[in-house]
T-cell receptor, first 112, second 114 residues
Framework: GDSVTQMEGPVTLSEEAFLTINCTYT??????LFWYVQYPGEGLQLLLK?????DKGSNKGFEATYRKETTSFHLEKGSVQVSDSAVYFC???????????FGAGTTVTVRA | DTEVTQTPKHLVMGMTNKKSLKCEQH?????MYWYKQKAKKPPELMFV???????INESVPSRFSPECPNSSLLNLHLHALQPEDSALYLC?????????????FGSGTQLSVL
């Protein structure tokens, strides 16, 4: 079945550092890929998504590119802020499917 | 209004109690979801309602009973829960086109079963 493997944390960074969180997937079809973020005490929010190979999703300085050849969707941000401290989940959804398969989540802490 | 509202925010219940979790959205979404999330784990899908009909039940025990009274409301009725059911229960909604949709999540109900 479909699955997502993402880099486990926790990850601790200083402000303005470069962040990358690795995510790879296994799917039988042509899934859509997502990054969701969960701030403390809140539900999840969609950060970005990509629906086909070579698509790049971007939002709030974060980027991820759908790489079919490496089955990856790594999340990157060039200069993190304290407010980026959260748990980040990579997820996929296969076509015509309501189910989201989530990765384990990566806790990111940014220090001032 | 792009919010999914969940009540209550916190709930403590005994194993013999009956309680309900409520979820509401006014975005015109036609799919609504219940997820269960344990601490430091990803959310696990429990139920999906599509156009007010139960579309997915992920083999959830019968002590959890979902209900979708209309397209804006989703309830989760709880009865005879176990301590291991303690978790954050998240409601979500989406437009209703499966496959590449953005899910909007509520802030969740933190449930403790004593």
């Amino acid at each position: 079945g479909d699955s997502v493997t993402q880099m486990e944390g926790p990850v601790t960074l200083s402000e303005e550092a470069f962040l990358t969180i690795n995510c790879t997937y296994t799917a039988t079809g042509y899934p859509s890929l997502f990054w969701y973020v969960q701030y403390p005490g809140e539900g999840l929010q969609l950060l970005l998504k990509a629906t086909k190979a070579d698509d790049k999703g971007s939002n709030k300085g974060f980027e991820a590119t759908y790489r079919k050849e490496t089955t990856s969707f790594h999340l990157e941000k060039g200069s993190v802020q304290v407010s980026d401290s959260a748990v980040y989940f990579c997820a996929l959804s296969d076509i015509d499917d309501y189910k989201l398969s989530f990765g384990a989540g990566t806790t990111v802490t940014v220090r001032a | 209004d792009t919010e999914v509202t969940q009540t209550p925010k916190h709930l403590v219940m005994g194993m013999t109690n009956k309680k309900s979790l409520k979820c509401e959205q006014h975005m015109g979404h036609r799919a609504m979801y219940w997820y269960k999330q344990k601490a430091k784990k990803p959310p696990e899908l429990m139920f999906v309602y599509s156009y007010e009909k139960l579309s997915i039940n992920e083999s959830v025990p019968s002590r959890f009973s979902p209900e979708c009274p209309n397209s804006s409301l989703l309830n989760l009725h709880l009865h005879a829960l176990q301590p291991e059911d303690s978790a954050l229960y998240l409601c979500a909604s989406s437009q209703g086109i499966p496959g590449n949709e953005k899910l909007f999540f509520g802030s969740g109900t933190q449930l403790s079963v004593l």
